[in-house]
């Protein structure tokens, strides 16, 4: 169960080099070292270019690559319905197994505030957890668009500051306004409810 960066990461141990000498410029070193670390996006161009430069077989590559993804995605799943059907046991027992595995930071992450919020511990969670929601959530520029992104945040406003709780709404509502219905259904169910979930916490800072 490994994202892009773990398996790119594998593949240079492998062949024993160095991070400078596996990317050859064409990424920056410090920004491919947050790439195996799951904290950068690579993009396809610059995946490519770097299997080609270590001779490594793209089509063996996306073959190892699809089969962790959809591991990942079937554990998200499964601890996503756990938590609609407010099953704790389920939570507990899929955040253990995501805990002790090789699953990306972001799937960690995930399941650390899917319990919490079960649990209605949701704010004794550290800042250093908030910290890393906005690392590996926020910085990604589509993260409006992107579900789990959506879902993390509806389930941790309580995390943020209001003032920075009202920045990341208005960017949701500055960029869905007047074209929701042109999402799927169950994006329109999230943002509905992270409105809700900002109304009440308007309500709460007076």
Do not use: P
């Not at 550290?126 to 690392?135: E, F």
């Not at 943002?191 to 109304?199: A, D, M, Q, R, Y």
């Amino acid at each position: 169960m490994k994202n892009i960066g773990q398996i790119l990461k594998k593949e240079r141990k492998i062949r024993g080099l160095t991070q400078e000498e596996f990317v050859k410029e064409i990424i920056s070193e410090s920004y491919y070292s947050k790439v195996e670390r799951g904290l950068n996006e690579i993009s396809a161009k610059d995946l490519f270019a770097i299997l080609d430069h270590n001779n490594i077989s793209e089509e063996e590559f996306i073959s190892k690559l699809h089969d962790s993804k959809d591991s990942e995605k079937d554990l998200e799943i499964e601890l996503l319905q756990a938590f609609y059907h407010k099953d704790i046991k389920e939570i507990n027992n899929i955040f253990e197994t995501i805990s002790n595995s090789n699953c990306s930071e972001r799937l960690k992450l995930t399941a650390l505030i899917v319990q919490a919020q079960s649990q209605n511990r949701i704010k004794t969670l550290s800042k250093k957890v908030r910290s890393r929601i906005n690392i590996i959530f926020f910085e990604n520029k589509e993260w409006e668009i992107d579900i789990t992104a959506l879902q993390l945040f509806c389930n941790s406003m309580l995390l943020f500051d209001f003032e920075e709780l009202n920045d990341r709404f208005y960017q949701l509502w500055n960029f869905y306004n007047c074209k929701l219905d042109k999402y799927s259904f169950h994006i329109q169910k999230l943002i509905g409810t992270i409105c809700i979930n900002f109304l009440q916490n308007c309500y709460l800072n007076n």
